[in-house]
């Protein structure tokens, strides 16, 4: 594998399920990222990990918990999900955590809620 | 919070034509950022431009960056369908490092 990775490619759950997102990055990368893109809207950054420690949460609501273990993965936990939640979850990294730095995206989640 | 507007929000053009696309903001960016997103896949960088009246090529595609920093421009010479996407620009706010995406144009060629 090569480049950003992400699993599962599509996933559909209820409202009262938890399931996880997985991203890996094979790059070397010291930066890792997890964005929303909803219909029509503009990409909305949602956690922010540089050296494996949270530098950023924009505002996201607690039934979104991010994980970063270790430079190379990065899951997002999800619980009791919103239908308004349906939307593609983009993991990206970079070589560090300056926003100037070119992001490399993985191929996103499609995450439908019921 | 400074907000990318991106227009036309969408675009369907036949092969061989040119187009431009633009990208506004009323604030000032220290690097803007072109991607281009297909179809069940994650956006690509195409090019950052970080000086203000810069311009850049690669290949059909010309950028631009405004003089003052606040605007960008993409020009497509000669479309053709693989150029078929979701062209995204990216501002890094001047004052504060935050990174902003705008909505995006899609961009349709039809052969």
């Known amino acids: 594998e090569t480049g950003v990775t992400q699993t599962p490619r599509h996933l559909v759950m209820g409202m009262t399920n938890k399931k996880s997102l997985k991203c890996e990055q094979h790059?070397?990368?010291?930066?890792m990222y997890w964005y929303k893109q909803s219909a029509k809207k503009p990409l909305e950054l949602m956690f922010v990990?540089?050296?494996?420690?949270?530098?950023e949460n924009n505002s996201v609501p607690s039934r979104f918990s991010p994980e970063c273990p270790n430079s190379s993965h990065l899951f997002l936990h999800l619980h009791t999900l919103q239908p308004e939640d349906s939307a593609l979850y983009l993991c990206?990294?970079?070589?560090?955590?300056?926003?100037?730095?070119?992001?490399?995206f993985g191929p996103g989640t499609r995450l439908t809620v019921t | 919070t400074q907000l990318l507007e991106q227009s036309p929000q969408f675009l369907s053009i036949q092969e061989g034509e040119n187009l431009t696309v633009y990208c506004n903001s009323s604030s000032v960016f220290s690097s803007l950022q072109w991607y281009r997103q297909e179809p069940g896949e994650g956006p690509v960088l195409l090019v950052t431009v970080v000086t203000g009246g810069e311009v850049k090529k690669l290949k059909r595609l010309t950028f631009q960056f405004g003089d003052a920093r606040k605007d960008s421009s993409l020009h497509i010479t000669a479309a053709q369908p693989g150029d078929t996407g979701l062209y995204l620009c990216?501002?890094?706010?001047?004052?504060?490092?935050?990174?902003?995406f705008g909505a995006g144009t899609r961009l349709t060629v039809k052969p």
């Open positions: 990216a501002g890094v706010a001047y004052n504060n490092n935050d990174m902003r």
């Open positions: 790059l070397g990368h010291n930066a």
């Open positions: 990206a990294s970079s070589q560090d955590g300056d926003r100037r730095t070119e992001q490399y």
């Open positions: 990990y540089s050296l494996e420690e949270r530098v």
